[in-house]
C-alpha cells in the first residue's frame, strides 16, 4: 500500500522557519517524481517545488524561490521541504505527492502528474 505521510506543519510567525516532511512507503522511491503543493482557503491549489529522487533535479514556483528548499533522503524514503522567511501569504494546508517522471519538473507540477497524494499538513505563518 502506497503512503505518504506528511509532517512537520504548524503555526510561526512572519519570518521564521519551517521544515516540512514527507515519508513515503509502498513503491520504488528512488524512482519517482516527489512534490509539494498547497491550497490556501478559497484559493486554487498552487504547486510549490519539486524533486526528482533518482537524481536531485529540483523546481520551484517563483512565489517560494530562494526562500524553500526542497531536497530528498533516498535512505530514508523521505523528501524535505525548508521554508525560510515565512509570509502569511505562505499559509495553507500542504500536500506531498508522488508520481513517475514526466517531460519536465516545471510541467510535472504544472499539471500534477501525481499518482499519490498525502492528507496534508496545515501551515500558518502569522503576521
Known amino acids: 500500500e502506497v503512503q505518504l505521510v506528511e509532517s512537520g506543519g504548524g503555526l510561526v510567525q512572519a519570518g521564521g522557519s519551517l521544515r516540512l516532511s514527507c515519508a513515503a512507503s509502498?513503491?520504488?522511491?528512488?524512482?519517482?517524481?516527489i512534490g509539494w503543493f498547497r491550497q490556501a482557503p478559497g484559493k486554487e491549489r498552487e504547486g510549490v517545488s519539486c524533486?526528482?529522487?533518482?537524481?536531485?533535479?529540483?523546481y520551484y514556483a517563483d512565489s517560494v524561490k530562494g526562500r524553500f528548499t526542497i531536497s530528498s533522503d533516498n535512505a530514508e524514503n523521505t523528501v524535505y521541504l525548508q521554508r525560510n522567511s515565512l509570509k502569511p501569504e505562505d499559509t495553507a494546508v500542504y500536500y506531498c505527492?508522488?508520481?513517475?517522471?514526466?517531460?519536465?519538473?516545471?510541467?510535472?507540477?504544472?499539471?500534477?502528474?501525481?499518482?499519490?497524494w498525502g492528507q496534508g499538513t496545515q501551515v500558518n505563518v502569522s503576521s
Open positions: 524533486i526528482k529522487t533518482s537524481d536531485g533535479s529540483t
Open positions: 505527492a508522488a508520481g513517475r517522471p514526466w517531460l519536465t519538473l516545471s510541467l510535472w507540477v504544472k499539471f500534477a502528474r501525481a499518482n499519490y
Open positions: 509502498g513503491f520504488t522511491f528512488d524512482d519517482y517524481v
